[in-house]
Every structure is written in C-alpha cells, then in structure tokens.
C-alpha cells in the first residue's frame, strides 16, 4: 500500500517563509504532487515533481528527493489568502493513481 | 470554475435509499476519479476511469458502484449506506499522463 506523512498543522506569520514536509512510502512511485484546498473548497493544483529537484512557480517552490522518499513545499512571502490545508500526492507508475496524504493545515496570522 | 462540475452539492439520504453523485468535464480529459473525503483523512482514492478503462480499489464497498458512460461524464450510484459514508464526494478528472488532477467542488454527502 502507500504512506504518505505530513505533519498536520503549521503556523507562521504574514510575510514569512514556511515548509511543509512530505515523506511517502510506496511501490511504483511516479513523482510528487501537492495541492491547496481553502475550506469548503476544492483541491487545486500547486505543482508536481518528477524529478529530484526544485520546482518554482511563484511564491510556490516544491522540491523532490526520490533516494530520501521525501519531498517539501516551500511558501515564501506568506498571506493572509495562503491559509489553507495542502496535500503531498504521490503518483504511481500506473499514470492514472494518485494517492493524498492526510494535510497539512496552514494558518496565516498577522 | 474548474471545468468539472458535480451535482448535487449536499445530499440527506436514508440508509435504505437510492440516490446517485453525478460529475461532468469540460476539459476534453480522458481520465475521471471519485476521491472520498473525510475529516481527519487522506483523501481516499475510490475509483478512476482512464481510457475507457476502470481501476476499482478493492476496499471500496459494493454499496457504491461507479457509471462511466463516456469520457466527460462519470456517475457514483450509491445503495443502502451508512452513517460511516458520510463525507464528502470529489470527482476530479486528468489528461492522461500528466501529474494534474482537476477537483469538482464536491458532493457533501449526509447518510441518516
């Protein structure tokens, strides 16, 4: 099965730079993705990796260490708008599978 | 706007009831997904369609039987739930072989 661990809740303050963790555990692993969902919202895409590396897009970078299993995504310069809950997802070698940890709750204070 | 659309957005349905999620594209995408999502949960990958194909996950209840007619639309026939199922429904839709899932806004569903 898969394993994704991401530590459940985060907070920092208006301006600053925050990174959220992802470690997985999986057989077939494809890349890496991560997604943002405001409450009541739904998931939206931030960015994938797929390969080992920095991904910038933005304010959003998302780097991936496939001999460490792990991967993170950066936030820089953060907002009030940034509070949300972001997902690591790993994608495996069947294209069409992607499975979600379980969020990481962002809280944005002034 | 995210081009996949679900309908109902809420849904209170008896245990012993018949009722069925509905989920249609507007991305010209040829893979199709029902996600659950519970609090406190990963979300939980139930079915996905890609070319015509369907990949069940095998701990997925038979109470839920998912509907593929074609491409752009995707249905979840749900029968005699329980309680336990309450959660919300996502729908999401990707072109295949890209690493980008495209999120309905879900189906919130509520099991009495």
């Known amino acids: 099965g898969q394993s994704l661990e991401q530590p459940s809740e985060v907070t920092a303050v208006e301006g600053a730079i925050v990174q959220i963790n992802c470690t997985y555990q999986?057989?077939?692993?494809?890349?890496l993705s991560w997604y943002q969902q405001h409450d009541g919202g739904a998931p939206t895409f931030l960015s994938y990796?797929?390969?080992?590396g920095l991904e910038e897009t933005g304010r959003f970078s998302s780097f991936l260490s496939r001999s460490d299993s792990y991967g993170y995504l950066l936030l820089q310069e953060l907002q009030m708008k940034d509070s949300a809950s972001y997902f690591c997802?790993?994608?495996?070698?069947?294209?069409?599978?992607?499975?979600f940890g379980s969020g990481t709750k962002l809280n944005v204070k002034p | 706007e995210t081009g996949v659309t679900q309908t109902p957005r809420h849904l209170v349905m008896g245990m012993t009831n018949k009722k069925s999620l509905k989920c249609e594209q507007h991305?010209?995408?040829?893979?199709m997904y029902w996600y659950k999502q519970s609090a406190k949960k990963p979300l939980e990958l139930m079915f996905v369609?890609?070319?015509?194909?369907?990949?069940e996950n095998n701990s997925v209840p038979s109470r839920f039987s998912p509907e593929c007619p074609n491409s752009s639309h995707l249905f979840l026939h749900l029968h005699t739930l329980q309680p336990e199922d309450s959660a919300l429904y996502l729908c999401?839709?990707?072109?295949?072989?890209?690493?980008?899932?495209?999120f309905g806004e879900g189906s919130r569903l509520t099991v009495l």
């Open positions: 369609y890609s070319l015509e194909e369907r990949v």
């Open positions: 990796n797929g390969l080992d």
């Open positions: 999986t057989s077939g692993f494809y890349g």
């Open positions: 997802a790993v994608r495996l070698n069947n294209f069409n599978k992607f499975y």
């Open positions: 999401a839709s990707s072109q295949d072989r890209t690493g980008e899932l495209f």
């Open positions: 991305l010209g995408h040829n893979a």
